[in-house]
């Protein structure tokens, strides 16, 4: 691994990072879910790790194996994802939200398995998920005073203009904007991007392996760390 900062750089830091993506039940056998295979995630939780840091990996329905010398907490839904990150973000130096959120769950998830009645299906009519990465930024003062907050957006078109829009509504300190479609990001084991900072700041992130953006992230989160 590529370690610009100094091997050690991130020692003695603590990092919440989140990875994957949440599925939201419908009954109890279905969900409603996105392609996020946590390979982004699990990049930065190695990468964060070989430097030093303390990681705690929050790892919604990956399929991936847990990085060494990582604590991973399984989770499913945006609920319990949200439950799980506000909790272990006290006392971290920086949060990470890799995952990809549902922005809506069903708004009630029955407990039986819906059968075919031969008719039209019932629609599921969905509500609207707790924003974390918002919610992180707006608790911040009270909770984790100083805490670094990045977020990560996957975007097809105007990926700055789009992201710099983002950024300023979450308020985040980074904001990880992913260039997506044409076969590009989601499973792949390559991204490409560019991190815009709070400051106005923005770093091009040629196409390359998952491990080098991650890298990347951890440069500017050092940066912030130390400077
Ligand atoms: N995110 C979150 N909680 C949500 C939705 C998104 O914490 N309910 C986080 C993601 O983990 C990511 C960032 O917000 O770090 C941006 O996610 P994205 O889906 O691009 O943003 P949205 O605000 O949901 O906007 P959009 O309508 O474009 O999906
Ligand atoms: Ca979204």
Not at 179 to 205: C, H, K, P, Y
């Amino acid at each position: 691994l590529r370690r610009s900062g100094g091997a050690d750089d991130l020692a003695g830091r603590r990092i919440v990072i989140s990875a994957g993506g949440t599925r939201e039940a419908i009954d109890p056998v279905r969900f409603i879910g996105n392609h996020s295979s946590g390979k982004q995630g699990y990049a930065l939780a190695r990468t964060a790790a070989a430097r030093g840091a303390d990681v705690t990996l929050i790892a919604a329905n990956v399929s991936l194996p847990d990085p060494a010398g990582v604590d991973v907490i399984p989770v499913t839904s945006a609920a319990e994802l949200a439950e799980t990150v506000q909790e272990r973000r006290v006392g971290a130096d920086a949060v990470v939200m890799a995952a990809a959120v549902a922005d809506f769950r069903p708004s009630s998830s029955v407990g039986s398995k819906i059968k075919k009645s031969g008719g039209e299906p019932d629609p599921i009519e969905l509500t609207e998920n707790p924003d974390i990465l918002a919610d992180l930024v707006r608790t911040r003062a009270e909770r984790a005073p100083g805490q670094t907050i990045v977020g990560f957006a996957a975007e097809t078109d105007d990926v700055v203009s789009n992201g710099r829009t983002k950024l300023e509504r979450k308020g985040c300190d980074l904001l990880v904007v992913n260039q997506v479609g044409r076969g590009r990001a989601f499973g792949t084991d390559d991204n490409q991007a560019v991190i815009l900072g709070i400051d106005g700041s923005a770093t091009e992130v040629p196409r390359g392996p998952k491990e080098d953006l991650a890298d990347q992230v951890w440069d500017l989160v050092s940066g912030r760390f130390h400077g």
